[in-house]
């Protein structure tokens, strides 16, 4: 299990493989750019290639990028999904360029207009998308679980399951990435042996475990069912424990993120050495 934090790219993309390094870390997540702003910087190729000269000289075996949030790819809004379309070709060239393994997105919100639609569109979304993905032929895009709050799109597994479902038979290639946070604010418990074994059925029964291919690590601020999106350190939130949930042998191999807060510089490091002992417990 390869294990690593969202890290910076301050003072450029290639720099995160330096903080993911002193973390001890073989896994990193970053942003490719702004993930607040449509209008993103090129990137340089030097800096693309130094990325992957640093990660080749490193520990570093898996690389995720995060898309930028403002991408909606099930809105009913033309303007507004033509806009994301856009930002994501952007994205996904960018995590073609550094060598990354996943492009994880949210696929937005449908603004009430239903899961059915949301899968339409999202489809549409891809269909379009076509020739930027065969461009990137290296790349898997996961698509990422919501809390469910606002009529976002993939709260429900099943809902995600029928997305994926729709786009197989294609030449692109697409993943899962599971956030416990978000999970169990959607409704779905990960603390004990029973409950893990249940969610795991749930995997396997709409997204299917072989599109499972990477964890957001996170404790949740919000109860169970909740809809709450608010992150929390690990252990010290409404999940509470874990250890069942890290050493299910579905889940040991798949590499984890953790996007807990970073109050202060000791935050990272104390989590990622809590998930390790829970996962050899």
């Known amino acids: 299990m390869s294990i690593g934090v969202h890290v910076s790219i301050a003072g450029g993309v290639s720099t995160a493989v ?3 390094e002193d973390l001890g870390c073989d896994a990193l997540q ?3 750019g702004n993930p607040r702003g449509w209008k ?12 992957r000269e640093k990660r080749g000289a490193s520990g570093i075996d898996t690389v995720a990028i995060h898309t930028s949030y403002l991408i909606n790819l099930s809105s ?11 930002l994501f070709s952007v994205e996904l060239e960018r995590a073609e360029a550094i060598g990354a393994d996943y492009l994880v997105t949210h696929l937005g919100s449908s603004r009430g207009e239903g899961s059915v639609f949301a899968m339409g569109r999202v489809k549409e979304a891809f269909e379009t998308l076509r020739g930027a993905l065969c461009s990137a032929p290296e790349v898997e895009i996961l ?4 809390a469910g709050g606002g009529d976002t799109t993939g709260s429900d597994l099943a809902v995600m399951g029928d997305i994926l479902n729709s786009l197989d038979g294609t030449d692109m290639g697409f993943g899962f990435c599971f956030d416990t946070c978000h999970g169990f604010a959607a409704g779905y418990p990960l603390a004990t042996a029973k409950e893990v074994e249940a969610l795991v059925s749930r995997f396997e029964d709409t997204v299917g475990l072989r599109r499972l291919k990477l964890i957001h ?3 949740s601020k919000g109860k169970l069912g909740s809809k709450l ?4 350190q690990i252990g010290e939130g409404m999940i509470k424990t874990f250890g069942p949930f890290l050493r299910h042998p579905a889940i040991r191999g798949v590499p984890l993120i953790l996007e807990t807060p970073k109050t202060t510089p000791e935050d990272d490091p104390r989590n990622l050495k809590k998930v390790r002992g829970l996962r050899k417990v």
């Not at 993103?40 to 990325?51: G, N, R, S, V």
């Not at 698509?143 to 919501?146: A, D, L, S, V």
């Not at 999106?229 to 929390?232: G, K, L, S």
Request: hydrophobic residues 30%; negative net charge; charged residues 40%.
């Open 18 to 20: 330096e903080r993911a």
């Open 30 to 32: 970053c942003f490719g």
């Open 40 to 51: 993103q910087k090129p990137l340089a190729a030097e800096e693309a290639t130094l990325f």
């Open 76 to 86: 009913p809004d033309d303007e507004l999904f033509e806009k994301s379309l856009s």
């Open 143 to 146: 698509f990422e679980n919501t």
């Open 217 to 219: 690590l996170n404790d």
């Open 229 to 232: 999106d608010r992150h929390e």
